[in-house]
């Protein structure tokens, strides 16, 4: 079936390192993808999303490729900010169903 | 602009207690609705998806329900709270925007029961 496979975290990086977190997924058909965010105590946002192969989501400086070859999508950014310390999941979507990553923790230090 | 709002924001039940969370939407209509568990430090849980009023997917067995009494109200309850009922309660929608599906969440409701 349709599962999503996400790094494990925690991360910690200092402020302005560079950010990658894997995320690769196995699918029928031609999902959607997405990575959502979440701050302490809140709930998810949306951060971006990707609909087809080699689309390029991005925002707030993250980037993400629907990469069918390798069947990834993992997340990055080229300069983290402390801003930036939350959880971030990976989403699969073949239609209304959605399936989540297990969460990757970020922690970004001044 | 849509919207979904969830209440309460936390809340602290005895163990046999009964439950009912609520999540309404506004600025759509039809929506597939969508309740979700967060144990702390863990990733989502599905609990119920609803593609309609009065139409209940459950995901996942347990002592928890849910109903669909207007298009854009989704009620989580239960009869009897477990101490395993504690975590992170979302709530979430989803319509479908070009080709594909996307998905929004409330704020939460934390849940603890002891």
């Known amino acids: 079936g349709d599962s999503v496979t996400q790094m494990e975290g925690p991360v910690t990086l200092s402020e302005e390192a560079f950010l990658t977190i894997n995320c690769t997924y196995t699918?029928?058909?031609?999902?959607?993808l997405f990575w959502y965010v979440q701050y302490p105590g809140e709930g998810l946002q949306l951060l971006l999303k990707a609909t087809k192969a080699d689309d390029k989501g991005s925002n707030k400086g993250f980037e993400a490729t629907y990469r069918k070859e390798t069947t990834s999508f993992h997340l990055e950014k080229g300069s983290v900010q402390v801003s930036d310390s939350a959880v971030y999941f990976c989403v699969l979507s073949p239609g209304n169903q959605f399936y989540f990553g297990t969460g990757t923790s970020l922690t970004v230090i001044p | 602009s849509q919207t979904i709002h969830q209440w309460p924001a936390t809340l602290v039940q005895p163990v046999g207690s009964p439950l009912s969370l609520e999540c309404t939407v506004e600025g759509t209509s039809n929506p597939n609705l969508y309740w979700y568990r967060q144990a702390a430090g863990r990733g989502l849980q599905l609990l119920f998806y609803?593609?309609?009023?009065?139409?209940i997917s459950s995901e996942v067995p347990q002592n928890l329900s849910a109903s669909r009494p207007q298009d854009r109200q989704f009620i989580l309850s239960s009869k009897k709270l477990l101490l395993s009922d504690s975590g992170f309660y979302l709530c979430?929608?989803?319509?479908?925007?070009?080709?594909?599906?996307?998905?929004?969440f409330g704020p939460g409701t934390r849940l603890t029961v002891t």
């Open positions: 699918a029928t058909g031609y999902p959607s």
């Open positions: 979430a929608w989803s319509v479908p925007l070009g080709r594909a599906y996307e998905q929004y």
């Open positions: 609803s593609v309609g009023i009065g139409q």
